[in-house]
């Protein structure tokens, strides 16, 4: 017989065991459609391990729908991996009933959500970044549509040739003031108290000649060049009313010293080199009927070789005229594109302090929005959006709220060491920790055998997108200094080899000192640098101590520049 107490144990037993076996019974569903589907199969792993280790799959329908059971045990980050090769990341719980509407074209782009909190906010914080980040195509929409803008632009763009040309037609008077005055001291230095001698005849007139020749040559680019300026740009003509005071402060002063210049071209050469041209047509028909080697044919044009070279009286007052005219024309048409790269530059950055007022408004909201999700284990796909030296109190406040959350969770585990780790194993002035991981080739590379140069250690990778638009700037410091004493040490947080070495390749990243252990997020050498964020990089000196952490662009530049110029 059985007595009542042990029946009562025995109920309980059984209660318990039901119980609990309905417990790990119930699991998460995620049913979806995806929308220009191209994928059969779905499954359900790890965000953080590339295991392959599934916790459910399920096909993909001919119409995009699908109902994945998974089997979850506690809250973590996951990814439904499709088999065209796109993933989707978020956070799950066990129990939760998923609807999802997805975009095969987009899969980031979550068109709707239900069941999920966690989805919910990524869904949201997702558009919240797309709506700051769009900021900078409406500015670019804006600065193309806005007509004060599009006249500056346009203007430089007419007025750089326009200068171009009239700096050249300031070279052709230079050259026709010189050529005359080149020919006054020739004739003066032959012709000895009003006569030549006469066995200097023939060298007098062969070079007298070449000397007009050169005159009437240098006059001939000017006056082609008048001939032309039908062709250039009217700047007189397409005055735009609306920029009076740009015109009167630059442009008209400009034209003025240009209309000066080839009034005073015209008044004192135009007839002399019309005497010229006579003469250099008398000197080839007498070449012509073979009399210029002929004694009085000969005297003839050594007299008007002088007769002309007097022509001119006033010569080196024509040279300091023209000088002046030259550096007025130069000055006011450099000034001309100074103001109008101002004026445009001044209407660009209105519109640019109007898109930091409002990128930091849209920034500040996604910040709060992210504080006010702290304890969504979610949060950890996009708090490295937000670079850790620009916002330590929000990775700090973040990861410990996580940590209070979920403290087994091994990414959040590993935050929470290196954000209660003291920083001065990497701070600035310390010795930079040693590095020895292998390259493509397995062959192992030591930060170490890098000392006595100075070394920029870069934390990047194949699928971080602010560290391949970085790389042409590490590629252009690395060939201007590399002579000089720069390494570049780099350090992958990629996960796979193949993607890693044909970014390498694609980006023309040429220097030796490749290495990763494809820890992704766990890499080792970013634990050992406390490296939460990429592009992460810290500049070493060639006593091995960190000189400046994080620079990048012209800021690296500037300091290498510092170092070695």
Not at 276 to 291: A, G, I, T
Not at 419 to 434: L, Q, R, Y
């Amino acid at each position: 017989m059985i007595s009542q107490k042990s029946k009562f144990i025995a109920a309980i037993i059984l209660l318990f065991a039901f119980g609990f076996t309905t417990v790990w019974a119930q699991k998460t569903t995620i049913s979806g459609k995806i929308e220009n589907n191209i994928s059969t199969k779905v499954d359900l792993q790890l965000l953080y391990k590339e295991d392959g280790t599934s916790f459910g799959n399920a096909k993909v329908n001919a119409d995009g729908t699908f109902k994945l059971t998974a089997h979850i045990a506690q809250t973590d980050l996951f990814k439904l991996v499709f088999d065209d090769g796109q993933h989707l990341m978020m956070s799950l719980s066990p129990y939760q009933n998923i609807e999802l509407l997805l975009n095969a074209e987009n899969l980031k782009d979550i068109k709707s959500v239900k069941g999920s909190p966690s989805i919910v906010f990524c869904k949201n914080a997702a558009e919240m970044l797309k709506f700051r980040d769009g900021l900078i195509d409406s500015l670019n929409r804006v600065l193309l549509a806005d007509k004060d803008v599009q006249f500056f632009n346009e203007f430089q763009s007419q007025f750089k040739p326009y200068f171009e040309v009239n700096a050249d037609a300031n070279e052709y008077c230079v050259e026709m003031v010189s050529a005359v005055d080149s020919l006054q001291q020739f004739v003066k230095s032959k012709v000895i108290k009003g006569k030549l001698d006469s066995k200097d005849i023939d060298v007098f007139v062969y070079n007298g000649s070449n000397l007009l020749k050169d005159i009437f040559t240098n006059y001939s680019k000017f006056a082609s060049y008048m001939q032309s300026m039908n062709l250039l740009d009217d700047f007189k003509e397409r005055k735009n009313t609306k920029f009076e005071g740009f015109y009167s402060s630059s442009v008209d002063k400009y034209l003025e010293t240009l209309d000066q210049r080839n009034a005073m071209m015209k008044s004192s050469f135009s007839d002399f080199v019309n005497s010229v041209e006579k003469y250099l047509q008398f000197r080839d028909s007498l070449q012509m009927n073979d009399l210029a080697s002929k004694k009085k044919e000969k005297e003839l044009l050594a007299a008007q070789i002088i007769e002309l070279s007097n022509r001119i009286s006033n010569i080196k007052e024509l040279q300091n005229s023209f000088s002046n005219s030259i550096k007025l024309s130069d000055g006011f048409g450099k000034y001309t594109q100074q103001e109008a790269q101002r004026n445009a530059s001044n209407i660009v950055q209105k519109y640019q302090n109007f898109f930091d007022t409002e990128y930091k408004k849209r920034h500040d909201v996604v910040i709060n929005y992210v504080l006010a999700n702290k304890n969504d284990l979610a949060v950890l796909m996009f708090i490295d959006l937000f670079k850790k030296d620009e916002h330590p109190e929000l990775h700090k406040e973040v990861i410990n709220a996580l940590h209070e959350s979920y403290p087994e969770q091994p990414i959040v585990v590993e935050r929470f060491k290196k954000e209660s780790a003291p920083a001065g194993a990497t701070s600035v002035g310390a010795m930079a920790p040693e590095l020895a991981f292998e390259n493509p080739e397995g062959k192992i590379m030591k930060l170490s055998d890098l000392k006595g140069k100075v070394v920029l250690l870069d934390f990047w990778a194949s699928w971080c997108r602010p560290c391949r638009m970085e790389n042409p700037n590490v590629v252009k410091v690395y060939n201007k200094y590399h002579a000089k004493g720069f390494e570049i040490y780099s350090v992958s947080l990629d996960r796979d080899k193949a993607g890693w070495v044909k970014a390498i390749e694609a980006d023309g990243l040429i220097w030796s000192y490749h290495v990763s252990d494809l820890g992704y997020w766990q890499s080792q050498a970013a634990k050992i640098y406390g490296v939460s964020s990429i592009p992460a990089t810290f500049l070493i000196g060639k006593d091995g101590r960190i000189i400046a952490k994080n620079l990048r662009g012209a800021a690296l530049e500037n300091a290498l520049k510092e170092l070695f110029d």
